[in-house]
């Protein structure tokens, strides 16, 4: 194997910086004098659009981040389709019609301000606005003016493509419960404020003495302000307590909805009789409190949830169908039926499954099956829907469609994930039953031996009791902490979806890492050039005409700005490129290809396959033939071309060097690996990449190659995660759509940065930062909160034992229980928002 | 100590009055994108 220096001793980078993004400009794409440079084409459209409209001041912005420009160049043609419309725009009487897209691509701030200022670039455009959060842009338009595909292809032009949002129903019906938990805390908190204002010129009346007319005005005032907020914003209990007692289950809300009744008609009977204590301000706020609690959970289980419908948003919606007359439309995707026929162009994102019927390219499928080499597709090779045309246009029938496709039935599996989620939500619940149950025996029994004793205070003190336990602090504790450190991870650029995933975190269990994309860097680049120095410019100028990944990784390898002049070239798809340049012979190209070109001896390349009679060699061999490639005698020379991408350069009919691309693993992969083994995971590897690259990758960042599983298509990463689900909780951590059907199926699924949008809305987690380094400090820091909780969790229950014992031996009064209840809460929210479990340098 | 009977109702009236701008802010979802405008606010020129 070549050593690092080694490998990477041709490779420079030139120094010029494109003028949008700042990142380095391409050998290829320099322009020698030109004042302006750009990375790429997207970036030089984006660079006039904002000059063209007066916005140059995107440059100024500071939290602009370093990214150069992904458009698709598509012509969006299907938004302006009839069926779309109904199905995704809403009109008003007034002529202004309205959409929700969810944007690609939005990463920062300078995010929103770009995307708020499409009305500057589209006229006829009022109103767009981008919440960050959700990728979710809101565009009003005058349809009498511009047209939706227009918008959307000026968004695209930005770096935004834009899908149509496909959870519109669900969404609203959202919004409406958020915005109503949202009004029922607001008005309990008010109203329990003021009632403990009221409570508290009670008290200090009781201490100091009181008129009886001031003790009964500030009694009535209290039971005025308790009642609505029992009956609006407490209703929620009742309704839920209800539907406890109907169903015959045990829940949480049922001693709440008991405690928050008898605690209220007490307190009536006290007020009416002008005796005692009334209770209102322990039962105000402890609807209060508890619904605080609530809605921070809800919150965290929302995110959770939300996946499964970004994920079916980014399904293609346009298809390109060829008619029985050869005419092509632009028509919907969901239209589309086996038999079709569709023509698929270069940049497109396959619609269907089917079969290719005629032309030549190479499909990106690495969003399928995790292999991150393009595949070569010729006539008669089946492909499949979300995989993506990288060369040439083909034109294929279509064979399965819609909800029968791979694709969809990927995002099938990933909602059934989201849903088999559900056994956790129901153990809490069966705990709290437990706990319902010995709150409600303990009152009564309460009750009943007050009874003999003495009559007044029997329910009094039951009372008492079932307000003190009430798990206002408890019920805090978790979410809070939870929310607490999600709030910090995603200051270190770890986006937590929901508190499950950090209590699962916090215990070593099994650990399954992608390769592609997650323990290496996930595109192609250059590893090794052989050969002398001069051939480098002839390859170089060749390729630089090329959109080949492969040409990419060439002029990102090889830093070379002055180039000779190319006299003739020729592309043959999924082969390679022939030219003259400078007055030489050259070609560039896969193994095959080169040596057809130049005519060399085949029986030379099977006699060399002959003598590699080890086995991987062998599976290596058979690899490279099927993606076209044959082994030379140059090649065998050297068996770090495992899984590695060979290209062969001849000039003037002689093989004169070779370049290998690769996908170089991460730099901080080894030292992460470790670091998990160390605190106790079972770290192993599951890839759709050749059982043989699989086992390199595990030998290098030290994974027993018994846990490396090579060959493995999504269905059988899911497998393989729900066999280990079955016995122990599993975290995947992957980045692909091939992934993602194994993120949902997992106990944890974590996404890694550069992923598919699809991947990351499968997972729990997603990392924005790159590497494998946040992994670790996400799963440290999983442990920590789970310290936190724990701490809350003794602690509340330390403030209910001894509130239970007081209680029940008749020793609390209404003084004591209400400054204990907020006590025991406001101990739990210093605890949570005090510990540091996600910080710069935390161990 | 008897004007506690007038202003007690009156601080409560003002309590009230700034539930009902609450509740009409919530139901009209400025409390919906809690991310999103802090950006803008800094960006805008």
Redesign the interface.
């Known amino acids: 194997m070549l050593d690092t220096a080694e490998r990477f001793a041709h490779i420079e980078a030139t120094d010029v910086a494109c003028s949008h993004c700042g990142l380095v400009v391409p050998p290829g794409y320099v322009e020698p004098g030109a004042e302006r440079q750009f990375c790429c084409i997207g970036c030089r459209t984006v660079w006039s659009i904002l000059h063209e409209h007066g916005l140059e001041?995107y440059y100024q912005?500071?939290d602009r981040s370093e990214q150069p420009v992904r458009s698709t160049g598509r012509r969006y043609d299907d938004f302006d389709h009839p069926a779309f419309r109904s199905l995704y725009v809403s009109e008003s009487p007034e002529g202004v019609a309205r959409v929700e897209l969810y944007l690609e691509g939005v990463h920062c701030?300078?995010c929103?301000?770009l995307v708020?200022r499409v009305p500057l670039v589209v006229p006829g455009v009022l109103r767009a606005?981008?919440?960050?959060?959700r990728s979710l842009a809101t565009i009003e338009w005058t349809p009498a003016t511009t047209s939706l595909s227009s918008i959307a292809r000026a968004l695209d032009s930005l770096g935004y493509p834009a899908h149509p949002f496909r959870g519109m129903a669900r969404e609203q019906h959202r919004?409406r419960e958020?915005?109503g938990m949202?009004?029922r805390i607001?008005?309990a908190g008010?109203l329990s404020m003021?009632v403990m204002l009221a409570s508290l010129a009670l008290y200090s009346g009781w201490l100091d003495g009181m008129?009886a007319q001031?003790e009964r005005?500030f009694r009535w005032?209290a039971l005025s302000?308790t009642l609505p907020a029992l009956v609006w914003p407490g209703r929620l209990f009742f309704i839920s307590a209800w539907a406890a007692l109907r169903t015959r289950t045990l829940h949480m809300d049922l001693p709440i909805a008991v405690a928050l009744v008898a605690g209220f008609t007490r307190g009536v009977m006290n007020t009416v009789t002008d005796t005692g204590p009334v209770y209102f301000d322990g039962v105000a706020m402890l609807v209060f409190l508890l619904l605080c609690g609530r809605y921070l959970q809800l919150r965290g289980q929302r995110a959770a949830t939300d996946s499964a419908e970004l994920l079916f948003s980014l399904a293609p919606t346009t298809a390109r169908v060829v008619g029985p007359d050869g005419e092509v439309r632009e028509t919907p995707a969901e239209g589309l039926v086996p038999g079709d026929v569709i023509d698929v162009w270069a940049g497109d994102t396959l619609p269907a499954d089917g079969i290719v019927e005629s032309g030549v390219s190479s499909l990106n499928v690495a969003m399928l099956t995790g292999e991150s080499r393009p595949v070569t597709t010729r006539p008669g090779d089946a492909v499949y829907g979300g995989t993506l045309n990288v060369e040439s246009a083909i034109r294929v029938r279509v064979t399965q469609a819609g909800e029968e496709s791979r694709l969809a039935k990927i995002v099938a599996q990933v909602e059934e994930g989201a849903r088999r989620r559900a056994p956790m939500v129901l153990l809490a619940d069966r705990l709290s039953g437990w706990f319902t149950a010995i709150v409600l025996v303990l009152a009564a029994v309460v009750a009943a031996a007050w009874w003999h004793v003495d009559q007044s205070t029997a329910i009094d003190n039951a009372i008492a009791l079932l307000v003190v336990t009430c798990p206002c602090a408890l019920a805090l504790a978790t979410p809070l902490a939870v929310t607490a450190s999600i709030g910090r991870a995603a200051q270190r650029g770890i986006l937590i979806k929901g508190g499950d995933a950090l209590e699962r975190l916090s215990k070593p269990s099994t650990l399954i890492l992608d390769k592609t994309g997650t323990l290496t860097e996930g595109s192609h680049s250059l590893v090794a050039f052989e050969g002398p120095d001069w051939v480098k410019p002839l390859v170089l100028a060749l390729e630089a005409e090329s959109s080949h990944p492969l040409a990419h990784a060439f002029r990102e390898g090889l830093g070379l700005t002055v180039l000779p002049r190319v006299e003739e070239s020729r592309h043959v798809m999924g082969a390679g490129i022939e030219g003259r340049v400078a007055g030489r012979d050259v070609v560039v190209g896969k193994p095959s290809f080169v040596l057809t070109t130049i005519g060399a001896d085949r029986t030379t390349i099977r006699a060399d396959r002959a003598i590699t009679d080890n086995a991987d060699e062998r599976k290596t061999a058979d690899q490279a033939t099927a993606f076209g490639g044959t082994r030379t005698p140059e090649a065998s020379a050297l068996s770090s071309a495992r899984g590695l991408t060979e290209v062969l350069i001849a000039v003037d009919r002689t093989v004169v060097g070779r370049a290998l691309f690769g996908d170089a693993i991460r730099s901080d992969a080894a030292a992460a690996v470790a670091t998990l083994k160390r605190a106790g995971w079972q770290v192993g590897i599951a890839s759709g990449d050749a059982q043989s690259v699989v086992d390199d990758v595990a030998r290098a960042v030290g994974i027993a190659s018994g846990r490396a599983i090579g060959d493995a298509t999504p269905e059988g990463k899911l497998a393989i995660v729900q066999q280990l689900a079955a016995e122990e909780p599993v975290v995947m951590v992957g980045d692909g759509v091939n992934d993602a059907a194994a993120i949902a199926a997992a106990s944890v699924g974590i996404a890694v940065r550069g992923g598919a949008e699809a991947s990351l809305a499968a997972a729990d987690v997603s990392l924005t930062r790159p590497g494998l380094t946040p992994l670790v400090e996400l799963i440290m820091g999983a442990r920590r909160t789970m310290g936190v909780i724990r701490l809350g969790i003794i602690l509340s229950l330390a403030y209910n034992l001894v509130g239970v014992a007081l209680a029940m031996f008749g020793l609390i009064n209404p003084l004591f229980a209400a400054v204990m209840m907020p006590a025991s809460s406001l101990t739990v929210i210093i605890v949570a928002w005090r510990r540091r479990t996600f910080a710069e340098g935390a161990p | 100590?008897s004007v506690?009977?007038l202003v007690?109702p009156l601080a409560?009236l003002i309590?009230a009055a700034?539930?009902a701008a609450?509740?009409w802010a919530?139901?009209r979802?400025q409390?919906?994108?809690l991310?999103?405008p802090a950006?803008?606010a800094?960006?805008d020129?």
């Open positions: 001041r912005l500071p701030g300078s929103v301000w708020e606005e981008l919440n960050i959060r919004r958020d915005r949202l009004v607001g008005v008010a003021n008129e001031y005005f005032t302000l | 100590m506690i009977f007690l409560l309590v700034a539930v609450f509740v919530a139901r979802g409390y919906d994108d991310d999103t950006i803008r800094v960006q020129d």
